[in-house]
């Protein structure tokens, strides 16, 4: 009798697997393979802007979603205490001018003596000129006995006293500009002392401007300000991040092939990249892809591949110019051919 009344049921229920396991067999036999080849996200190049100086943030004028030009100012750190080294360094550059010696006051009273032996020289010349002349008459006045040989022996003396002066006058000359020469080289000597210390503080003068200079902050590339990690009156210090920018014009598209796709492309190919778009269509865009990895990697849970069964994939990128409706992380398909 209970066997009997469970008869029904159990058609009901076997006739219920039979219809399941048909329902699946034809689902999975109907199923549509992918009309892609490679999928993946989009991703771009993003630059961490820090700070390069210490001190208060007293600007930084950019909004998250702000369009930033290459080498624009953005912002300005605080340089007062930089300023103040600056002038304490460039101050004692100043003083060691002040401990240099000038040369100018002694050598002037040097010169006035050369030019007063000078002049005794002359008078010296004049003298002896006279003198021999005198002697040369004598000399003939003597040969024609009208006169005595005393007055030609004290006119020859006469002569010789006055090269004898001359000579002693042009030696006190050479003494004297040897005297002005070495007050020069000896001056010389003491400022190249003194000043040999002006160098490197220079050096330090010109460091400590450099660094005023990075208290501005300056945007190394063209781009979207992504996101802003600090704000006006905050204090900050050298590395530490300022706002993050990335340039939106081209994305890249990282998608993933398996090793039997990696035949198909190669560098500078370009192709089909596809992305939602609405009413539930695809969007087709033109790509290139500029760079495939040649390590093989196991295929990231968020990504799918043609062959979901692949284990092992390749990375690829691809270039896409972006016409505003790409974002990062946004999904994209790839169609090789």
């Known amino acids: 009798m209970p066997v009997t009344a469970n008869l029904p049921f159990m058609k009901y229920f076997v006739c219920f697997l039979l219809l399941w396991f048909f329902s699946v067999f034809l689902f999975n036999c109907t199923t549509p393979k992918p009309n892609y080849d490679a999928s993946g996200a989009f991703e771009t190049v993003e630059t961490i802007v820090s700070a390069e100086a210490a001190g208060k943030i007293l600007?930084?004028?950019?909004?998250?979603?702000?369009?930033?030009?290459?080498?624009?100012?953005?912002?300005?750190?605080?340089?007062?205490?930089?300023?103040?080294?600056?002038?304490?360094?460039?101050?004692?550059?100043?003083?060691?001018?002040?401990?240099?010696?000038?040369?100018?006051?002694?050598?002037?009273?040097?010169?006035?003596?050369?030019?007063?032996?000078?002049?005794?020289?002359?008078?010296?010349?004049?003298?002896?000129?006279?003198?021999?002349?005198?002697?040369?008459?004598?000399?003939?006045?003597?040969?024609?006995?009208?006169?005595?040989?005393?007055?030609?022996?004290?006119?020859?003396?006469?002569?010789?006293?006055?090269?004898?002066?001359?000579?002693?006058?042009?030696?006190?000359?050479?003494?004297?500009?040897?005297?002005?020469?070495?007050?020069?080289?000896?001056?010389?000597?003491?400022?190249?002392?003194?000043?040999?210390?002006?160098r490197p503080l220079q050096k330090g003068v010109n460091a400590i401007q450099n660094q005023i200079e990075?208290?501005?902050?300056?945007?190394?590339?063209?781009?979207?300000?992504?996101?802003?990690?600090?704000?006006?009156?905050?204090?900050?210090?050298?590395?530490?991040?300022?706002?993050?920018?990335?340039?939106?014009?081209?994305?890249?598209?990282?998608?993933?092939v398996t090793e039997d796709q990696l035949l198909q492309i190669q560098l500078n190919q370009p192709v089909k990249v596809m992305i939602d778009s609405a009413a539930g269509k695809m969007k087709t865009m033109n790509g290139v892809v500029n760079w495939i990895s040649d390590k093989s990697e196991f295929t990231p849970k968020t990504i799918q591949t043609k062959d979901e069964r692949a284990n092992l994939v390749y990375a690829m990128k691809i270039k896409v110019k972006n016409d505003g409706s790409l974002k990062i992380g946004m999904y994209g398909e790839v169609k090789f051919h």
């Open 214 to 256: 990075k208290t501005q902050i300056v945007n190394p590339v063209a781009g979207t300000v992504l996101t802003k990690y600090a704000e006006a009156y905050e204090y900050t210090a050298p590395g530490k991040a300022l706002y993050k920018v990335a340039d939106l014009t081209t994305m890249i598209l990282r998608a993933y």
């Open 59 to 198: 600007a930084l004028n950019i909004e998250e979603g702000a369009q930033l030009a290459k080498d624009s100012v953005v912002g300005r750190i605080d340089p007062t205490n930089l300023t103040l080294q600056k002038e304490q360094a460039s101050s004692s550059i100043a003083a060691l001018r002040q401990k240099t010696n000038d040369p100018a006051p002694q050598i002037e009273v040097l010169q006035a003596q050369y030019q007063t032996q000078e002049s005794q020289i002359n008078v010296l010349n004049a003298q002896l000129a006279a003198a021999e002349k005198d002697r040369d008459r004598m000399h003939n006045l003597v040969d024609a006995k009208a006169a005595p040989a005393k007055q030609l022996d004290d006119l020859t003396a006469q002569t010789e006293v006055l090269n004898r002066q001359v000579a002693a006058a042009k030696s006190q000359l050479n003494i004297i500009q040897n005297q002005i020469k070495a007050q020069r080289q000896n001056v010389a000597i003491q400022n190249r002392a003194i000043l040999s210390e002006q």
